[in-house]
């Protein structure tokens, strides 16, 4: 604040007055400072991700078969035989005995912390474990042994807390919580702008755990995986996506795995699938074909864009189907969500011939041209595919009433996760499918 002085007039001070006039000028500059301050003061809203961090020696004693615990936070799903394995995000697994779908049984939690990912072949499952890979015994899925680690198969989803620490050099990061914060923030005077969303350090994103994902169709002694898991089984071969990446792994002795190649892919890397001797992986701009003939070196063909967004991907036949949706997981501003399918019969030409407008779409299955589509809070949708230009005339079922983020087809029985449990449907009749059972998930009183 400050006086002004009308057109030629002049100050007038007396001697008498000066200190008094001194004082006040003070008063008005430090309550033209205040001011400034007030003014300048800017008010953001942001989300961290915090990094959870333990010591390797921590993490190694604590991965161990405890009773059974409700589902909190679900993650990826795996069916193998009669059981049912459901990820507690960063937490471990549960194990559910689903030898009745109409009544599955929650038998046991393997505790493993950074656990996201995990696939089987035979009685061993191989589970992440922040930077490693665990290995563990399931003769009695109740009673899980730890039989092999293999350190730092996974280093993009993970780092040592000397990053930010240099006195927690042995911590490794096995998760993440997310904050919303809001603060207040001096801002410079007389600088221009609003404030900008900041101060959270992102040290590695939490979508970087969850966008990844693989459908397991081989037979034998393989079980079979949803739509958002970044681990796959084919014949004596584990791959596990990095987002720049395929990390192959020998398991032709599958309680001892051998490290293998480490193939490059392009950026953000996010889903794989297994069909005959292919593998197709979703990335966050579009799809990429590997041959995998030589399942020790799999190699490129082909890809096809798109729109920058999470993408799952599921084969049958000669066509490809591929949800694009937007969303903070997936960085992008773009409002699109879609599916999306791909003509593979000319395999090194792979064609987009159809684009569906959906709601939010995640993960999806495909089973005798049922396909099953999750659509997060705007439920799970069921399609006759018979017909891949007129999917959406074919509609057989809208779920609304539930959160769907991946699906499981198992020839008559349906499984379906979601933010609010794990859903069971009879779908031996695609045009009268059946809810057969839902284990709830029980929120954290935090």
Not at 88 to 102: F, M, Q, R
């Amino acid at each position: 604040m400050e006086s002004k002085l009308l057109p030629n007039q002049e100050p007038v001070f007396k001697t008498g007055h000066l200190h008094v006039i001194t004082l006040i000028l003070y008063l008005l500059a430090m309550l033209s400072l205040a001011s400034c301050t007030d003014d300048c003061e800017t008010t953001v809203t942001y989300t961290t991700q915090e990094p959870i961090l333990l010591k390797r020696s921590d993490l190694v004693q604590a991965i161990k078969s405890e009773p059974a615990q409700s589902l909190h936070t679900t993650g990826k799903i795996y069916a193998k035989d009669r059981y049912v394995f459901v990820n507690e995000l960063y937490k471990g697994i549960h194990v559910i005995d689903n030898s009745n779908p109409a009544a599955p049984k929650n038998i046991a939690f393997i505790n493993i912390p950074g656990n996201v990912d995990m696939a089987i072949r035979g009685n061993i499952l191989y589970a992440d474990a922040g930077p490693d890979l665990i290995t563990l015994d399931i003769s009695n899925p109740a009673q899980a042994t730890v039989k092999n680690y293999t350190l730092n198969l996974f280093p993009n989803y993970t780092f040592t807390g000397a990053a930010s620490n240099p006195q927690a050099s042995d911590l490794l990061t096995v998760g993440y919580t997310t904050r919303i914060v809001t603060e207040s923030r001096p801002a410079d005077c007389g600088s221009s702008g609003s404030g900008t969303g900041g101060g959270g350090v992102f040290m590695n994103d939490r979508s970087q755990f969850l966008n990844a994902a693989s459908m397991n169709n081989s037979t034998g002694s393989t079980g079979v995986g949803g739509s958002m898991a970044r681990f796959t089984i084919t014949g004596d071969y584990l791959y596990a996506v990095n987002p720049s990446s395929i990390q192959v792994v020998d398991i032709t002795q599958p309680a001892s795995p051998v490290r293998g190649t480490n193939v490059p892919t392009s950026w953000n890397t996010e889903t794989i699938f297994p069909y005959q001797d292919k593998l197709f992986l979703g990335t966050s701009s579009g799809m990429l074909i590997y041959d995998n003939s030589q399942p020790q070196q799999p190699k490129f063909i082909s890809a096809i864009s798109h729109f920058f967004g999470c993408d799952p991907v599921v084969v049958d036949g000669n066509f490809a189907y591929v949800t694009v949706r937007n969303g903070t997981e997936c960085r992008t501003g773009n409002n699109i969500n879609q599916l999306e399918i791909i003509d593979i019969s000319t395999i090194q030409n792979p064609r987009r011939i159809k684009t569906y407008a959906m709601q939010n779409p995640h993960g999806l299955g495909i089973d005798r041209e049922t396909l099953f589509l999750c659509e997060g809070d705007y439920g799970l949708k069921v399609f006759n595919a018979q017909n891949v230009l007129k999917i959406d005339e074919n509609k057989l079922a809208h779920f609304k009433d539930i959160h769907a983020f991946d699906v499981i087809p198992l020839g008559n029985t349906l499984l379906a996760v979601g933010n609010d449990g794990l859903y069971q449907y009879d779908y031996s009749n695609p045009k009268q499918i059946k809810l057969l059972s839902k284990i709830p998930v029980t929120k954290n009183q935090q």
